[in-house]
């Protein structure tokens, strides 16, 4: 069966600080994979998708950045958080357009303070 | 960017009671998803709804896109303290690696 996980699971953080988010799925291949940024008790705002090894699409310019190192890896970075980084951040992924049903990680919470 | 709306954004209301969360856009979508979230986890997948005027049930709840399929709803019968959460409809985007996720409502069920 397919899993996929996230860490760390939560993550206090002060402005100007980098970050590194990773992702990992386990039991499938070339899986479509997701960054979402959620707002407490809201929608999900795509960040970035990639279909494949080194291919990333950003969806909103931002001080954030992803890659995708290996076919089951998807790291969420950024230089230097700001206030308004602060969020929920999910991975997902799909097994092939992302149109299929996404599957979530458990996500991170990250407070920039 | 396609946009969903989702009324109301937060609804409480005691065990047993009927409620209808809409999602609504000014856009087409080829089809639409239904998630369910707890709190502190990634959404659920509960539906995907594909043809105008499709009807899925999930026991007491019951989806419907709109004929038009710019907009779909989720009623659920005799809610329970379970059916707490946040419900986010995600609408199949113009690109092939898009979902537009909608707004959300947060359900609470009082016992």
């Known amino acids: 069966s397919q899993t996929i996980h996230q860490w760390p699971a939560t993550l206090v953080q002060p402005v100007g600080s980098p970050l590194s988010l990773e992702c990992t799925v386990e039991g499938t291949s070339n899986p479509n994979l997701y960054w979402y940024r959620q707002a407490a008790g809201r929608g999900l705002q795509l960040l970035f998708y990639?279909?494949?090894?080194?291919?990333i699409s950003s969806e909103v310019p931002q001080n954030l950045s992803a890659s995708r190192p290996q076919d089951r890896q998807f790291i969420l970075s950024s230089k230097k958080l700001l206030l308004s980084d602060s969020g929920f951040y999910l991975c997902?992924?799909?097994?092939?357009?992302?149109?299929?049903?996404?599957?979530f990680g458990p996500g991170t919470r990250l407070t920039v303070l | 960017t396609q946009l969903l709306e989702q009324s109301p954004q937060f609804l409480s209301i005691q065990e047993g009671e009927n409620l209808t969360v809409y999602c609504n856009s000014s856009?087409?979508?080829?089809?639409l998803q239904w998630y369910r979230q707890e709190p502190g986890e990634g959404p659920v997948l509960l539906v995907t709804v594909v043809t105008g005027g499709e009807v899925k049930k999930l026991k007491r709840l019951t989806f419907q896109f709109g004929d038009a399929r710019k907009d779909s709803s989720l009623h659920i019968t005799a809610a329970q303290p379970g059916d707490t959460g946040l419900y986010l409809c995600?609408?199949?985007?113009?690109?092939?690696?898009?979902?537009?996720f909608g707004t959300g409502t947060r359900l609470t069920v009082i016992p």
């Open positions: 990639s279909v494949g090894i080194g291919q």
């Open positions: 997902a992924w799909s097994y092939g357009q992302g149109t299929d049903t996404q599957y």
């Open positions: 856009s087409v979508f080829s089809s």
């Open positions: 995600a609408g199949e985007g113009r690109g092939a690696n898009n979902l537009f």
